[in-house]
């Protein structure tokens, strides 16, 4: 069985060190950038299984290194965690919306930053395979991990794929932040629940770039339900 690939991007070498030795030890091959240009150039060439990225870096930063992944269909799909010194809720949520499924606050816990690669990389690799699902003019195909809505493709990063499959579960059905969490994000890692409602909120600009209502209803202090 083929190793996952992972990049680590950081300037700083101390931290790329600790991360890409705690890695290897852990089975993951492991390859390392210390600039946003070459994190691109790397990614296009390699195209890892997840990316470690730092958002303070030489050259390109990492939020725009995000950003120019996440339009390209070859790497769109490929799970990114972003690290940064900035702990405020507002940077939190603006490198979530620029495409990044998860936010780790410098200075941070390996052991955390770890268990969030192992989650991260589990749900990437989940699927219901064969499974079809549908609810009105929506259609999820897990075999192709396609999304599409009126006949047209829905573009959908990793998180919010995972999120639209859980709701088209059981259409109709309140799903709480928690089970959301636990389902999306996995039992082992603190994320917030309004890491919860940025992703919604992707999920339904997405859903609605072409037109039509959205089909997300919120339920005040419970959770959300397809239709």
Excluded at 109 to 134: D, F, P, T, Y
Excluded at 193 to 210: E, N
Aim: neutral net charge; contains cysteine.
């Amino acid at each position: 069985m083929q190793r996952p690939t992972i990049l680590v991007v950081d300037d700083e070498a101390a931290q790329r060190e600790v991360v890409a030795y705690n890695l290897e030890s852990s089975g993951y091959k492991v390859i390392c950038a210390d600039n946003g240009e070459d994190a691109l150039l790397i990614t296009y060439e390699e195209q890892p299984d997840l990316i470690v990225l730092d958002w303070m870096m030489p050259k390109l930063s990492g939020i725009e290194v995000c950003r120019q992944l996440r339009v390209k269909k070859e790497t769109k799909n490929i799970p990114i965690i972003l690290l940064s010194a900035r702990s405020e809720d507002i940077d939190k949520v603006r490198g979530l919306e620029v495409g990044a499924d998860d936010y780790v606050a410098k200075p941070y816990s390996v052991v955390e930053l770890m268990a969030r690669i192992h989650a991260q990389l589990r749900r990437s690799n989940a699927s219901m395979v064969g499974e079809k699902l549908s609810f009105s003019d929506i259609e999820l195909d897990s075999e192709s991990h396609k999304v599409f809505r009126g006949g047209s493709e829905i573009k959908l990063g990793p998180t919010e794929y995972r999120l639209l499959s859980f709701l088209m579960e059981k259409p109709g059905r309140v799903r709480t932040r928690d089970q959301l969490l636990d389902r999306v994000w996995g039992r082992d890692i603190y994320v917030d629940s309004r890491t919860v409602d940025v992703h919604v909120g992707r999920l339904r600009k997405a859903l609605t770039q072409y037109g039509g209502s959205d089909p997300i209803r919120t339920v005040r202090g419970a959770g959300y339900s397809l239709g």
